[in-house]
Structure formats: structure tokens, C-alpha cells
């Protein structure tokens, strides 16, 4: 079987490396032409494990190559972003649209056509068939066409794409099972079958409810800082209880799936979905509520920044709450010096140069870099000790280093 896929980003790629490894031969387009050049050269540009080796052997065994025009195949595979309209917070389909009209001309009668970008619900049925229909498809007949989106989590994103359940979501059962057939090539989990609109709003559910009970615990760490409890505390007894899981409250969320997905929904009906806006709203404001209390710790001087990525222990920086918080303490006049251990960027520095002299380290990250650091080091290089770890990652430090997470902050 030949798969193309559009969009060598952080899905489309492993996705087509797991292709390669069950001896599918892919070709793998994106618009960034640095990115081809590297790819075909063997060089993977995102931090995930496992991936760069599975595309260097095929490469080596002529299963995968990298161009910036689709070619023929059995099926097409969409993995193109999904902003959101911040107007109106409907789910920006552009890229999707342009990636179908792309394949038109290389698609055949039989093949398969999957979209796996995150859509807002009534996508498949409403936008992207049409273009085929235009095109002279029957689908369900000589084309086949699926929503069938992905659910990983950065860091085990191979091992999730092998092992979880796997929503299919066809416009007609025919086109279900034959986007089944496609993914039954590696997906080890449950295929299940079912409408693509259904495929559609289950997706961006499973991300609203995470975003919602993420808002949950920055809402309680908001309210024990305003009445004085250790909000740290509180989710660690709550959660003693059978049937309750408060999450940890942190700086706000990043990535595609928590901070754009749910509005997706409440786009769909915004007099209805307003816990979903609720949340959203709750978690944005994450950024301003560690800049109100970083003034408070220290009102001027150097801040040290530790972590930009919104996932820990990768250098996924999409959608980072880290650069608001950065924008806000510039615009303050702090002096900033960024220390983000998973990219490579001009304007980080290492982690000696990020403390010295520095009167705050702040922690946006949850790195294990930053689990266990050298205190003896942070004490001798900073000008005054303080941590605020916005991650509840550090269980204890030196006494002549003061810390500050969501258990303490009203302390301030």
C-alpha cells in the first residue's frame, strides 16, 4: 500500500514512519521546503523518541520520501494545522481545504481519503466532501472518505499510535471500513467505527474535558491564594477520595489540542457550551495570575525562565503559555534570560548564564532537568535565591533558598 500524507509535523511524521515500518511505501509533503531538504537527508526536526531512526531506515530501504507536491497513492492522509477563527472561535478549515484541493489531481477512483487534522464538528459532512463531490466523486462508492483523528501524548507519541483505540469516522460504514483498512496496518489498539461527525466531536470532547478540569485546579489555586489555603494540599487530600481527580494547577496550557480544541465547540453553539468558554477562560488567565504574583516576589530585577515548552521534556513550544508570561514581565521591565533545555533557539542560554545574577527563577516547564538542580550552584550564582516553580515539580530545597509554588503564594 502507497500512503500520502499531508503535513510532516508532529503527527503526520511518526505517523508516516509507522507506515514505513509495517512496509507501506510513503511519501511524506509539507510546504516548508527546509524541512523536505532535511527529511530527505535523514534529519527529523521534531524532538520525539524513536522517530528519527524509523525514517532513516526507510529512507534507507526506499519506504519513505519527502516532497513538497503530493504524489499518487492508495490513500491520502491530512495532518495540516487546525487554528482557530479569534473572532468567532470557529475552527479555521483553510489549511485542510488547501490540502484537499492539492491531492485532487493525484486521487484516483478506490483510493482513500482521511482527514486526521483536529475539525470542528460537521467539517467532513458539510466542507470537505463537497470538494470531492465537485470533483465527480461518489463518496462511499469510488472514494472513500474519513475523519479519523489522532490521540497521543508528546513524548509516547509511537507508542500511542500503536497501542491506543483508534476512531474511525467515515461519511458512509463502506468508507469506515475501508479507513480501517488503512490504519489496520499498525494500530494494535480497538478501530472503532462510526460516523465522522461523531469521530469529530469526540475528539474535541476528550480535549475539553481535559481542559475543563485543568481550569478546575487553577481556579481552586486561585481561590486558596485569595483566603489563604495551600491549594497543594487541598488537591492532595481531595484526591484521597475514591471517585475524585482534582489535576495540578500550572501557568495555563499550550499544544493545539487543550487551547484551541474546545472552541471548536463552543463556536458550534456559544449559548449553550458555557462551562467549555468558562474553562477557557479560566486557563487563559493563568499567564496574567503568575505575572501578578512574580511583582509580587520581586518587583524588578532578573528573572530567569526556566522552560518553554508546554509539554514536559520536549521542545513542543505550540501555543505556550510561557511566551505571554514572557511578554508581560518584558513589557514590565524585568530583565529576562530564557533557559529551555529541549530547543535550540539564539536567544537561550545555558543554565549558568540563565542564574547569574538573577533574582527569580521561574519555572513554566516541567522538565526533569528542573526536578533536581544544583542548589549549591543556584545559591552561589544568583543574586537573591527564590524560585517560583509554577508546576509543583520541586518536593524541597535548601533553607537558604525560598520557594514558592500554588501551595504557598499566599505567603505573598
Do not use: W
Not at 482521511?114 to 465527480?136: L, Q
Not at 460504514?173 to 467505527?193: D, H, I, R, T
Not at 499567564?287 to 508546554?310: H, L
Not at 543554565?351 to 527563577?361: D, M, T, W
Amino acid at each position: 500500500m502507497k500512503i500520502c500524507i499531508v503535513g510532516q509535523g508532529y503527527i503526520g511524521l511518526p505517523t508516516a514512519a509507522l507506515f514505513t515500518r509495517s512496509e507501506c511505501e510513503v511519501v511524506g509533503v509539507d510546504v516548508n521546503e527546509e524541512i523536505i531538504d532535511n527529511l530527505n537527508k535523514g534529519k527529523i526536526h521534531i524532538e520525539e523518541p524513536g522517530i528519527a531512526e524509523i525514517i532513516k531506515n526507510a529512507i534507507d530501504n526506499n519506504r519513505y520520501h519527502a516532497s513538497l507536491t503530493p504524489e499518487k497513492a492508495d490513500a491520502f492522509i491530512i495532518t495540516v494545522p487546525t487554528p482557530y477563527i479569534a473572532e468567532n472561535y470557529s475552527c479555521d478549515l483553510s489549511y485542510v481545504i488547501e490540502a484537499c484541493n492539492e491531492i485532487l489531481p493525484f486521487i484516483e477512483k478506490g483510493n482513500t481519503v482521511i482527514v486526521e487534522s483536529t475539525i470542528a464538528p460537521m467539517s467532513t459532512d458539510d466542507v470537505i466532501k463537497p470538494i470531492f463531490e465537485k470533483a465527480g466523486y461518489t463518496i462511499g462508492k469510488d472514494l472513500y472518505l474519513a475523519h479519523c483523528p489522532e490521540r497521543v501524548l508528546p513524548g509516547k507519541i509511537i507508542e500511542e499510535l500503536i497501542h491506543n483505540d483508534r476512531i474511525i469516522g467515515g461519511i458512509t460504514p463502506e468508507c469506515s471500513k475501508k479507513a480501517s483498512e488503512v490504519y489496520g496496518q499498525f494500530v494494535e489498539g480497538e478501530l472503532m467505527l462510526t460516523e465522522a461527525k461523531t469521530a469529530e466531536l469526540s475528539k474535541c470532547m476528550e480535549n475539553t474535558y481535559r481542559d475543563v478540569n485543568i481550569a478546575l485546579a487553577n481556579e481552586l489555586a486561585k481561590i486558596c491564594a485569595e483566603i489563604g489555603v495551600n491549594a497543594l494540599d487541598v488537591i492532595k487530600m481531595a484526591n484521597k477520595h475514591p471517585r475524585v481527580n482534582l489535576h495540578s494547577p500550572g501557568p495555563g496550557v499550550g499544544g493545539h489540542c487543550l487551547a484551541i480544541d474546545p472552541y471548536f465547540i463552543y463556536a458550534k453553539a456559544p449559548e449553550t457550551a458555557k462551562i467549555i468558554k468558562l474553562a477557557r477562560d479560566t486557563n487563559n488567565s493563568m499567564p496574567q495570575f503568575v505575572y501578578e504574583n512574580v511583582c509580587k516576589i520581586i518587583p524588578e530585577g532578573k528573572i530567569s525562565i526556566f522552560g518553554v515548552s508546554y509539554k514536559g521534556n520536549t521542545g513542543d513550544d505550540r501555543e505556550s503559555p510561557a511566551y505571554e508570561i514572557i511578554s508581560l514581565l518584558e513589557n514590565k521591565g524585568y530583565e529576562i534570560a530564557i533557559y529551555e533545555p529541549h530547543i535550540e533557539r539564539e536567544n537561550f542560554v545555558d543554565f549558568n548564564e540563565a542564574i547569574e545574577g538573577s533574582n527569580l527563577i521561574l519555572i513554566l516547564a516541567d522538565h526533569n532537568e528542573f526536578k533536581e538542580m544544583d542548589y549549591e550552584v543556584i545559591k552561589d550564582k544568583m543574586e537573591t535565591p527564590i524560585i517560583f516553580d509554577t508546576k509543583n515539580i520541586i518536593e524541597k530545597v535548601p533553607k537558604e533558598i525560598k520557594l514558592y509554588n500554588y501551595g504557598n503564594l499566599y505567603e505573598l
